[in-house]
């Protein structure tokens, strides 16, 4: 994936590169934002972060969403916000050609003129215990402030390699960003079930402590009967 993005930031380097489609600025005031979430629940602050930030992210803006995820599709189509797409139960392997067929309608989207940015949202996983949403813009392309380390030729012109090649570098980055929203997913699920597995050990050992107590307590009063009555006998 780097050697993909120091090719991707070569080719927007070069002279003729924006005469690329991709660095187009489309002449509208909607945004398309691509929100990944899980389908199910119990999986912790997982979604709600997810859909916290994007609701951040748009407030004030004329945008239009494609979900991947029920969580995501659930929230956004009930409180009307327009979908251009909704996807659901792309399970705990997706494909490559799961990300192709998300990705082909934010392209379509830009091509078209119908937004001037497309942004994604999702979760991105670092470590077993940590993982933070991000939103990442990929569209439309800029060129970067940074070189690169070094020179690549291009034939035919770089605007050209350009416009067949960052579809595919956008499939990956999307294909990147699912597999990464479903390891962080399973991250904070397991995270969740622990915590939820030891609050349920300490509410049963504070309900065993306290039959302990009361079985304890009838006992001592049983005896104390019993003793009473054997004294009451003797009398």
């Not at 940074?146 to 416009?163: C, H, I, M, Q, T």
């Amino acid at each position: 994936m780097n050697k993909f993005n120091e090719v991707i930031k070569t080719l927007a380097l070069s002279q003729d590169a924006e005469s690329s489609i991709y660095f187009n600025k489309n002449k509208v005031d909607t945004d398309l934002y691509i929100i990944i979430t899980s389908d199910s629940g119990l999986c912790g602050s997982y979604n709600a972060n997810v859909i916290k930030r994007a609701v951040e992210e748009m407030e004030g803006k004329k945008v239009k969403l494609l979900t991947v995820g029920e969580k995501a599709r659930s929230y956004f189509v009930r409180r009307g916000y327009d979908t251009i797409a909704e996807y659901v139960e792309v399970g705990d392997y997706p494909v490559y050609w799961d990300a192709v067929d998300i990705m082909k309608h934010a392209i379509d989207a830009y091509k078209n003129g119908e937004v001037r940015n497309v942004k994604l949202i999702y979760t991105k996983f670092y470590s077993p215990v940590k993982q933070e949403v991000e939103v990442l813009r990929l569209l439309p392309l800029e060129k970067p402030m940074e070189k690169v380390n070094r020179e690549f030729e291009f034939e035919p012109r770089a605007s050209k390699v350009l416009d067949y090649i960052f579809p595919k570098y956008l499939n990956n980055m999307l294909y990147f960003a699912i597999l990464s929203s479903i390891a962080s997913e399973y991250a904070m699920r397991m995270s969740a079930m622990d915590s939820a597995t030891k609050n349920a050990q300490e509410l049963l050992n504070k309900l065993q402590t306290m039959y302990n107590r009361l079985r304890q307590s009838n006992i001592t009063q049983e005896i104390t009967e019993i003793v009473s009555g054997a004294e009451a006998l003797k009398e």
